[in-house]
């Protein structure tokens, strides 16, 4: 993850959070740092994540880069391929998939050129707006995975049954 933030710093953006590095939660830990360009238009962050797989840990680093616009619709540029599952992203985000060794400078570089193109201003943000919105986004995200059936919301029982069954 280090590579990545020396690079976001090196390119003129300062650090605006970061998330401290969690203990596993199930079988997943990860952290974040995130950092803003000079007019607060864009918030690059630096997403680690381990997963422990029973057999092997895999680690992946993303860089997303996002900007709020005038007219309600975010702007991403992130570093991943598309999902399989096809748009896991809520209405009103705007994603362009990068693939995942694409430089750092070149992923600001994609996401200014969008911001030029998209036809409506950035909104500037500072700390505690980040905080906010990604509190406000991680709900919606969440209720959007549960009515495109992605995530299913499942009782105790049924969570348990498949537990058991899984280890049969």
């Not at 860089?63 to 309600?72: P, R, T």
């Amino acid at each position: 993850m280090e590579p990545r933030a020396a690079q976001c710093r090196n390119y003129g953006l300062t650090l605006a959070l970061c998330s401290k590095p969690s203990y596993y939660i199930g079988r997943m830990r990860g952290y974040s740092a995130t950092f803003l360009d000079a007019t607060q238009t864009t918030a690059a962050t630096v997403l680690w994540r381990q997963l422990y797989t029973g057999r092997e840990v895999k680690t992946r680093i993303w860089l997303i880069c996002s900007s709020e616009l005038s007219d309600g619709r975010r702007l991403v540029t992130l570093t991943e391929d598309p999902s399989p599952l096809g748009n896991l992203f809520r209405e009103r985000v705007d994603v362009e998939h990068l693939p995942p060794d694409k430089p750092t400078g070149e992923v600001l570089a994609t996401h200014r050129r969008r911001l030029e193109t998209v036809g409506v201003s950035a909104i500037a943000e500072d700390k505690d707006t980040i905080i906010a919105k990604t509190l406000e986004r991680l709900r919606e995200e969440f209720e959007h995975l549960v009515a495109s059936g992605i995530l299913v919301p499942l009782s105790q029982k049924e969570a348990a049954r498949l537990i058991r069954d899984s280890w049969n």
